[in-house]
């Protein structure tokens, strides 16, 4: 209606009764109101105006304030509108199974995705017409791999790490890594990797981490983290292809999972992750090692020998065929009787005495800043448990500059031969099942999806852990201060009980955060303001998301649908529709001059 007022036919409306009127319409209601004449195009970039439709608007509370990075009102309600990738743009199916994870080159210019198909395939990001295609696919089939679940591209873009489960003889739930060549494709190694959903990661260009896993008990065992060169092509016996990083106790069933690197530098982002409603009342989470935190060994030989397991429960005593029964090759059982309730308890209590009398003692001061400290910091961070064997915990554990690479002792620093466990540096509880974890560009903040349990909930039983809520949070935890920072988001779905329980990946931008979910959907939120901003839709369950770390307005999303959807921003959407402008036409001045050139060349005045 405001394209067909006419301000000439009499005395112009005062500003502030046209700003009261703009303040009851919809945003784009005003945008074209002010396209009427030049007084309410004024109007209708009111700061004021701006500010209350954006609150008004996305629902905010007023006491967040403006992203301090933002310019205005009108610019940052037109970010959060038109720079979302929630527009679907292009659909991949040359998966033939669910796609289970989805990573990007640190450049942007790649991605890989991996698949119950048993295939890891490479995509190319930089076509001229802006559609992605695919550019290579390695089958892991030969290897009796039975899919891949994650891959992984190191610093400087060069080797590709592909997690997979591998199916052995024993049909074991063994997993195993590899690193291909992004040169020219080629297999450059191969890491047995247990559990599989330990996944693995990049430690830095050349190093990656892997996890191995031995059972001391039916609910007792030891997690080793494995520091592995990624070219098994030695040249010299006596250098190192691999060294244990640390080894650590677990018990009532839990095992280390889903590790990865946190490199946290000196010169980290703003503070601009905060609980504004409640941050006068939060507090830092206390720092209280736990008598469970284990570590390694000084022996060299391998985590799955039977003489090293004798000889740990020699020290207390303690013979394992004599009191603890097996575990079988099915995996843990529901014991449903009493005396089995009472022979986990017997067996958790002897666990923590061992880790009482074997661990080495962690060192307070390995987290803690002191002012002038210039020192850059890794963290290794994996989820872990101490009630159940469902993952409840965030562990973590400084990485020292000396175990950056396999050179040097085996088995790194020397210990006495008591103290062949290490303590984990920190451990923060998220009190429920966690199915997801992220790291922010910055790797200042870890974002872990997690599905709650009951308020008050008490676990009797480590092999019966409470219900898990429908609902999936998302936390928000600062590595700075090693706490959570704010509520967890809210606005995914899951549906799978405890013991089916799958990941479901998240991803981090500069500015938004998305995770997938179980109810055919993939989400989208702001990181500043804490609101959900899109839903993307799929025909089944969302395993993965990805953004372009070079373009954050191009998202993916991968579904047990076997496809893969590309996402753009309606800003993108319009940019690339836009026919591409003529070519400015020469001045007039220009053009007399190489006329004038012209003639003077053939002689012609």
């Known amino acids: 209606w405001a394209s067909d007022v006419r301000m000439d036919d009499g005395p112009a409306l005062p500003d502030s009764l046209v700003l009261e009127i703009f303040l009851r319409l919809p945003h784009d209601t005003v945008l074209s109101a002010g396209l009427a004449c030049r007084q309410w ?27 301090p990075a933002s310019l205005s009102w009108y610019r940052e309600f037109k970010r959060l509108f038109d720079c979302i990738p929630c527009v679907e743009v292009q659909t991949l199916k040359e998966h033939h199974d669910q796609v289970l994870h989805l990573a990007f080159s640190h450049r942007g210019h790649r991605f890989s995705s991996c698949s119950k198909d048993c ?49 052995g003889s024993h049909h074991s739930s063994s997993g195993e890594i590899a690193v291909i060549s992004l040169e020219n494709y080629t297999l450059l190694s191969r890491v047995r990797n247990k559990p599989y959903d330990v996944f693995g990661c990049w430690l830095n260009e050349t190093h990656l981490i892997s996890g191995n896993l031995h059972w001391i ?10 520091l592995n060169k990624a070219f098994q092509d030695v040249e010299s016996e006596n250098v190192n292809v691999v060294k244990r990083l640390f080894k650590i106790q677990n018990i009532n069933a839990s095992t280390i999972r889903t590790v990865m690197v946190a490199h946290c530098r000196r010169h980290d982002s703003p503070d601009l992750l905060l609980d504004y409603e409640a941050q006068a009342q939060s507090q830092p989470l206390s720092h209280q090692p736990l008598l469970f935190d284990l570590g390694t060994t000084d022996s060299e030989e391998d985590e799955e020998d039977d003489e090293e397991r004798r000889r740990e429960m020699r020290l207390q005593g303690l013979s394992t065929a004599a009191h603890l029964p097996q ?162 988001l809210r606005a995914h779905r899951a549906f799978t009980p405890n013991d089916e329980c799958f990941f479901i990946f998240l991803d981090v931008s500069r500015d938004f955060v998305a995770s997938g979910a179980e ?62 402008r003529p070519p400015r036409p020469r001045s007039l001045l220009s053009w007399l001059g190489r006329n004038k050139k012209t003639t003077s060349v053939n002689g012609k005045p």
């Open 217 to 226: 008990g039916n609910m007792t065992s030891c997690s080793v983290l494995w």
């Open 327 to 488: 575990l079988t090759s099915s995996g843990l059982e529901h014991g449903r009787h009493s005396e089995a309730s009472e022979a986990r308890e017997l067996e958790t209590k002897w666990a923590r005495l061992m880790a009482r009398a074997h661990t080495k003692a962690p060192d307070p001061n390995v987290l803690s800043s002191t002012p002038g400290d210039e020192e850059d910091k890794t963290y290794l961070l994996f989820t872990t448990g101490s009630l159940t064997y469902s993952p409840h915990q965030i562990g973590i554990k400084r990485i020292m500059p000396d175990q950056m690479t396999t050179s040097g002792p085996v088995l790194g620093e020397e210990r006495s031969t008591d103290e062949f466990f290490d303590s984990l540096d920190h451990v923060i509880d998220i009190h429920g099942h966690i199915i997801g974890m992220g790291l922010s560009p910055d790797h200042r903040y870890l974002y872990v999806n997690s599905r709650a349990w009951p308020a008050g909930c008490v676990i009797s039983d480590p092999m019966s852990p409470p219900p898990i809520a429908e609902e999936i949070d998302l936390h928000v935890i600062d590595l700075k201060s090693l706490r959570e920072e704010r509520r967890s």
């Open 519 to 580: 109810d055919k959907h993939g989400y989208i939120w702001d990181r500043h303001y804490n609101i959900c901003l899109a839903r993307l839709q799929h025909d089944d369950v969302v395993n993965s998301v990805a953004f372009s770390p070079a373009d954050q307005e191009l998202l993916l999303s991968a579904s047990d649908d076997s496809t893969i959807k590309v996402w753009r921003s309606p800003r993108m959407v319009r940019l690339a529709q836009t026919p591409a």
């Open 119 to 167: 295939t890891v395939k490479l995509w190319d990001t930089e076509r001229l017409d802006g559609t992605i295609t695919m550019v290579h696919s390695s089958s892991m089939r030969q290897f009796n791999w039975g899919y891949t679940q994650f891959s992984q591209f190191n610093a400087d873009d060069t080797l590709l790490l592909v997690s997979g489960v591998y199916l």
């Open 41 to 67: 195009l004024a109007v209708s970039r009111d700061e004021f105006l701006w500010r209350e439709l954006f609150y008004s608007y996305y629902r905010i509370p007023r006491s967040v304030p403006r992203h």
